[in-house]
């Protein structure tokens, strides 16, 4: 019995724990029910901190964000300067090798670095080692012992390879240099092909991410070089000599992988850094060298504002809290001292940095703030507690109807205890309204001034959908607008137009006046395309440097009509002259226009039929506009399939090399033979150069094909006699790929040929292209010793402008004066040429040479040399040795 009371006693202990739990809860609630500041505190304190967790979340993940955009940045920028350090040393060592080849007994590395300028500001040194590991030569001009390098890793490494690639090793303190350098190292062949040593090139690891004062990664961020065994070859915000050509894998090789991009957080420190703080690290592999590329950024730095800003809000946070609180509790304890706890309440309003206002179940004003009366430019004269909503807000100008506003208020809160709205005043000002219903009827409001936020948000808003230079729609905002046509069209079946418009001549004059010129020019063809879209109900848009693109307005009959009258006008429009800054400008448009449903209804069908036109147009002359049609389609498949076969017969040096000599009148002798491509085609047999040339140009083929012209001319030009220079044509496109002086050097090595027996023809579209560039690489070519022609003299606008820019050894006066030669006013002009061409010392070849007559007329102005049918038509290499270059003949019209 005295066990079952126990057990009994035992099994109520807890049952009296719960009831007291209960009736403590039962008093809490009563107590909250009946304490209106109470239940302020009880609404107020879950909005302060969802309101301070919300703020500082967004600020941390705006940081992150910022912080990885960033290291992309930084990391694709390391990335492209130690490309272009590597591909610069990887090309100056194969042009070494190849001269090395020609004449390995007096072959000087010195003397050619310096003539060729061989990667002169990125490269420590240049060095040749020979198969028995001891140094050949080196552009330091080492005096020393015998010096044996043979155990080095570049060495060793690269004798292993197979295949002939470029070797990237773990940097060294060279023995010759004494200084740490990465080294690059390809083999080194002698005259037979056979394997002579190796070729190396000594960057210094100084020169690799030497931008990094300027990345702005901040404490803590790092820049780090690995090769693909993960070996660090240079680093930037590290102590080198901890991890210098040490292996160093670290996070990098899990994230990365085989992959070419990763971005992950680093919390090991495994990067060799003595701070082991978080970091995060972006990574990219190269797709064309043996490297991994890393950018990282400290948390500490990436979070360092969050941080500080989130103190201040906490501080705020904190401070709201226990001023509701004590508000509370003080007038939960003390029923008289209720004055000083509204006190403390207002205190805390007045603190907010938003507005508050408080209405009650009947809209009458219970509470507010003074931030919220200055939001609504309200005196507090003016407004007192127990006041109407209308009463309050009578005199405002944002809304026009109080009544349909405060319906919808109540309506939204009646089906959501929270809900937000947006006020704009006539002045400009914009106002954000949070509500929350009150259990007791009414709402609770906060009100903040977004006004610039919102002017920012508009702002960017405007940056993402419209271009910044002209205003009009950008090519994201274009392609949306053509989403919706085409919507528009599968669902109510209204036709639309699309017109693609490309400017004439607007690259010439952007180049002649300066891009400043060039941005004003295009503000004011945007300026009268508007003007001419907004009278049809077209949406116009910029959608590169100098194409715009138009939407027809949907359901607009008839429409092809309709987008013909567009165009037109365009092209009247554009047409008409321009002044800027004082100078007169004249420029034209190409349009190419595609219909929907006609053309395509999808958008890529669409915009390619439309580009077709415009081809089309350009083709025709320029300054007009077509419709697309099939036929245009038909072209475009047969350019296709030029292009492809073009490439193929490039790869497989089927392009041939025709010659036509350049004859000195008074002798008859050639002096020199232009080297000219032909296309012997397999099935169409030879295709004219004005076919295939521009399809080259267009495709980005015509620098191979330049070079494999010079190369294989260089060649011929070896079993020529000696007295008689190769003449090749170099378009604007090969000076403006940066590697021309390599190729021709390359070139020259490669056949043996003397550079005063090379002469190079380039016409004044290479000045139009980058003028400054392109003189420097001129000067560059006449510093290697080849002849530089300036051909087409005279259908320019700007020739004897380019004959005192840069000091040419000939000017070839263009076919057109010669088929004019009989008039009196041509003579007048080619004697001055020829008077001037005498003061510059210049040579003087007549082109387009047809008759005798011609060849008389042109003898008697002085001119020396001549070039043309009348001598020989351009011929294979063959029959020019056949001809024996038709020394006799020539002879016998001297």
Known sequence: MLGERHFVVQARAPLRAVNHARRWVRKAATAISRNAPLQIALFFLPLVWIGYFAITSSERTEALEQARAHGNSVAELFEENTERIFERVDQSLRVARALYAQDPDTFSLKFWAEKAQMATGDVVQFAMIGLNGYLLDTTTGYSGPPLYLGDREHFIKTMEQAEDRLYVAKPVLGRA?????????????????????????????????????????????????????????????????????????????????????????????????????????????????????????????????????????????LLLTFVILMAAALYWRRQRELRDSVSKFEDALRNLPQGLSMFDGQDRLIAFNRQWLDAYELSPQDVRIGMDFREVFSRQ??????????????????KSEQTSNTVQFPDGRVIYISYGRRESGGWVATHEDITERKASEDRIERLAH?????????????????????????????????????????????????????????????????????????????????EFALVMAPGQPPLQASAATLAAWLVQAIAEPYEIDGHPVVIGCSIGIAMVPEHGTRIDEILRNADLALY????????????????????????????????????????????????????????????????????????????????????????????????????????????????????????????LVDSVMYALADSGLAETRLELEITESVFLADSQENLKTLERLRRLGVSIALDDFGVGYSSLSYLTAFPFNKVKIDKSFIDRIGRSETVAVLGSIVQLAKTLNLSIVAEGVETYEQVEKVRLLGIALGQGYFFSKPVPFGELLLQGLAESERQAVA
């Open 397 to 414: 100008k944002a809304v026009p109807d109080l009544d349909a506003y405060l319906a919808d208020l109540k309506g939204r809160l009646a």
């Open 616 to 739: 089309k147009s350009k083709n025709a002359g320029r300054n007009c506009f077509h419709v697309y049609s099939p036929e245009l389609k038909a072209e475009a498949d047969q350019r296709n399939i030029l292009e492809i076969e073009l490439r193929e017969a490039i790869w497989r040096e089927e392009i041939e090399v025709f010659y036509q000599p350049v004859v000195e009148l008074g002798t008859g002798r050639t002096k020199s033979v232009e080297a000219l491509a032909r296309w012997r085609h397999c099935t169409r047999g030879l295709i004219p150069p004005a076919e295939f040339i521009p399809v080259a140009e267009e495709c980005g083929l015509i620098v191979e094909l330049g070079n494999l012209v010079l190369a294989k001319a260089c060649r011929h030009a070896m079993m020529m006699p000696d007295d008689i220079k190769v003449a090749v044509n170099l378009s604007a496109l090969q000076l403006a790929s940066g590697n």
């Open 466 to 546: 419209y271009d910044g230079l002209t205003g009009l729609a950008n090519r994201n905002l274009f392609k949306g607008r053509l989403d919706d046509a085409l919507d528009k069209y599968l669902l109510l079946n209204t036709p639309f137009a699309v017109l693609l418009l490309d400017l004439d001549k607007f690259k010439s004059v952007n180049d002649a006046l300066g891009h400043q010129c060039g941005d004003a020019l295009l503000k004011l063809v945007a300026g009268r395309i508007r003007a001419q879209a907004q009278d049809l109900g077209a949406t116009a848009a910029r959608i590169g440097g100098d």
């Open 177 to 317: 240099s004494n200084k740490w350098t990465i080294q690059l190292a390809r083999k080194l062949f002698d005259g037979a092909k056979n394997p002579a040593g190796v070729v190396v090139g000594s960057i210094s690891v100084d020169v690799v991410g030497r931008f990094y004062g300027t990345a702005k990664l901040g404490i803590g961020g790092t820049l780090v070089l690995r090769n693909t065994d993960y070996i660090v070859l240079a680093a930037r915000g590290i102590d080198q000599g901890t991890v210098l050509a040490q292996r160093s894998p670290g996070h990098v090789e899990r994230a990365l992988g085989d992959g070419f991009y990763s971005q992950y957080w680093n919390w090991s420190g495994s990067e060799g850094r003595a701070n082991r703080s978080n970091r995060l690290v972006t990574a990219r592999r190269s797709y064309v060298f043996p490297l991994i590329f890393t950018a990282g950024i400290s948390e500490q730095e990436i979070y360092s504002r969050a941080q500080s800003r989130q103190k201040i809000y906490l501080g705020g946070a």
